[in-house]
């Protein structure tokens, strides 16, 4: 099933984000993704989308959660709290082309469930022997379009479900909230964990982490897929009628939070 809405005005702009970049220090870019995951588990962004999760699940069939494109963990030690309210046998697995292991690590320890892959795991070819509902949150706009279309492709080429987040819009509103994630950076370092010096370090005597996460914040607003353009990509799929798709947006605390569902028929 497809559901549209009018094209934004805006068109979308694939600009780079450091955060992507395989120069970047790898402790820059865990300190970028540490802020986001708290973030996402500090304001519980996440609760629109639960109903949408468990669907995946159920009609999967699956208790097992593949989280691609990771990061710091996302907000899934929220998530998982609430998930196994209703699937008490859940598992995730986190996995990440850049992985953060000492976010993965300390992930782990928040709940007996949590996973990880300490290797590169490539969204776009994810290994054959990891089953379960496939996820990614805030993460779909990092890939260009043909690449996005793969993702999807190649969820459908092994029969894996797969359900995908987004927490910001090509919008206006979006872009002005990005502009103020610098404060948010500093307001919210100090209790940041696993503890490091280097993030106080690069947050607040030399601000670099706060520079690059408004940059790619902003950036990300820019490459955010509309409804309209999820639905595109999946127009170019083969075989997706084997699917049951739904995209389209949901109301979670003061945000909206753009989705893509898709689960094998």
Known sequence: MYRTQNQESMSRIHLFEFEDQQWLPEFIRNYMTDFLQFLSNKTAMYKGIVPIIEKGLKESQTNQIIDLASGGGGGLIWLNT?????????????TDYFPNIPAFEHTQKQADNFEFIKTSVDAR?????????RTQFLSLHHFKPK???????NAIDTNSSIAIFEGQ???????????????????????????????IVFTYLIPIVPI????????SSLRTYSVEEMNELISKLDNAASFNWEVGKVKSGPAK?????????
């Open 125 to 133: 070819n994810v290994p054959e022997n990891l089953k379960g509902l």
């Open 212 to 219: 690059l996460v408004l940059w790619d914040g902003v950036v």
């Open 147 to 153: 690449d996005s279309q793969q993702i999807l492709q």
């Open 257 to 265: 939070i753009l989705y893509l569902l898709g689960t094998k028929k």
């Open 82 to 94: 609430e998930l196994r309210k209703t699937n008490p046998d859940l598992k995730i697995l986190l």
């Open 169 to 199: 819009e090509r919008s206006v509103p979006s872009i002005i909230a990005m502009i103020f994630s610098p404060i948010s950076v500093l307001l919210t370092t100090p209790f940041i964990r696993p503890f490091k010096i280097g993030r």
